[in-house]
């Protein structure tokens, strides 16, 4: 969904396994990253990669996130940068000091990476809309989401909105094998009245309507395990 010129997201988060998590989704959704594990890193990482957003656990050994977060909306350099405080369930008063602080944004642990990402992007629409755009592509697919148009080589593709959402799921991460449990869950929603041979009936439909004109085929089929978006068939 970003544009070559991706936004540089510095994530800070002393849970290596959390901070992991973190940059993984954050990749896949197109951004550039970079880490720090605490507070006095941050603020020294601010200054060597300029990031144009941060996420910022508010709970970080050396110095605090809210310290991080006041020194940087202190400084006028660094005051234009928005931040996204990471916060512990229940710490309703410490959310609202969070934005007292100049926080942009905050979100509760346990958080979900799909919220946390969409709303990453939405501060970034707000704050540096050139970083952020809402095209999707590979391998010579573009997929536009606000105009909900496909093109193939640029020649337009025609797809019903089962087999868009279906091409913007696995635009969002190339290469990656989805169960079709998983793509029941993502393209049809929660709601399984779905059979999972309606999955096969539209990922068919997506690869005949994405192959026309003698394309070479881009969905594979893994035995057993789902569908990918690949390049590369054998
Ligand atoms: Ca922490």
């Known amino acids: 969904m970003i544009s070559p010129t991706s936004a540089m997201i510095l994530v800070v988060e002393d849970e290596l396994a959390q901070l992991e998590l973190l940059t993984y989704n954050l990749k896949a959704a197109g951004f550039q990253t970079a880490t720090a594990g605490d507070g006095e890193e941050a603020l020294v990482l601010v200054e060597e990669v300029e990031p144009d957003l941060i996420v910022l656990d508010w709970m970080l050994p050396k110095v605090s996130g809210i310290e991080v977060c006041r020194t940087l909306k202190r400084q006028s350099q660094t005051q234009d940068i928005p931040i996204m405080m990471l916060t512990a369930r229940g710490e309703e008063a410490d959310r609202v000091r969070g934005l007292d602080t100049g926080a942009d944004d905050y979100i509760t642990k346990p958080y979900s990476l799909n919220e946390l990402v969409a709303r990453v992007r939405a501060i970034l629409r707000r704050t540096?809309?050139?970083?952020?755009?809402?095209?999707?592509?590979?391998?010579?697919?573009?997929?536009?989401?606000?105009?909900?148009?496909?093109?193939?080589?640029?020649?337009?593709?025609?797809?019903?909105?089962?087999?868009?959402?279906?091409?913007?799921?696995?635009?969002?991460?190339?290469?990656?094998?989805?169960?079709?449990?998983?793509?029941?869950?993502?393209?049809?929603?929660?709601?399984?009245?779905?059979?999972?041979?309606?999955?096969?009936?539209?990922?068919?439909?997506?690869?005949?309507?994405?192959?026309?004109?003698?394309?070479?085929?881009?969905?594979?089929?893994?035995?057993?395990?789902?569908?990918?978006?690949?390049?590369?068939?054998?």
Do not use: C, M
Not at 204 to 213: E, Y
């Open 128 to 234: 540096r809309p050139g970083s952020v755009s809402q095209t999707l592509s590979y391998g010579g697919i573009k997929l536009d989401l606000e105009e909900h148009k496909v093109t193939r080589e640029g020649v337009g593709v025609k797809l019903g909105p089962t087999e868009f959402r279906l091409l913007s799921t696995f635009l969002e991460r190339p290469g990656r094998v989805w169960s079709r449990e998983s793509l029941l869950d993502r393209v049809w929603g929660r709601e399984k009245d779905v059979d999972l041979r309606t999955v096969d009936v539209h990922v068919g439909r997506l690869r005949k309507a994405l192959s026309l004109n003698d394309h070479p085929d881009v969905i594979r089929t893994v035995r057993g395990a789902g569908y990918a978006l690949d390049k590369d068939e054998d």
